[in-house]
């Protein structure tokens, strides 16, 4: 069981997200924009934390992540980045996943999510494996 910050200002994937995440018996809160999900990040410890990349703003998960690596509490807690980019611009950050200065996330997933995916990619990160891109 892990405790899971997801921050996202979508409350249709966030509740997805919660259920398949919750029915794993992991401990889920939920952040709705990117000053919530710091605040939040800095008051608790989590074991993993899925973070969105557009929300106020279109970089706001870039943002967010990068902020959260400077952090000293938060630089090793593994990110899972969501995405919904390559299809509407046909970016596909696979071979950026892991630089430090332009995608600071050690994975990410394409929305829309398929339980599936969501739930090998999170026992990976959770496990130390780091898997590479989607």
């Given at each position: 069981m892990a405790k899971i910050l997801i921050i996202d200002d979508d409350p249709d994937i966030v509740e997805s997200m919660r259920i398949i995440l919750e029915s794993c018996r992991h401990k889920v809160k939920v952040a709705k924009n990117g000053a919530e999900g710091l605040k939040e990040?800095?008051?608790?410890?989590?074991?993993?934390?899925?973070?969105?990349?557009?929300?106020?703003?279109?970089?706001?998960?870039?943002e967010v992540a990068r902020s959260l690596r400077e952090s000293r509490d938060n630089k090793a807690v593994p990110i899972l980045m969501l995405t919904a980019i390559k299809e509407s611009t046909g970016l596909d950050f696979n071979s950026e996943v892991g630089d430090k200065d332009w995608l600071p996330v050690n994975a990410y997933l394409e929305k829309p999510l398929k339980p599936n995916e969501l739930l090998v990619k999170v026992e990976a990160l959770l496990k130390g494996a780091v898997p590479k891109g989607k």
């Open positions: 990040a800095k008051a608790a410890k989590y074991d993993l934390i899925i973070l969105d990349v557009m929300m106020e703003t279109m970089s706001t998960g870039f």
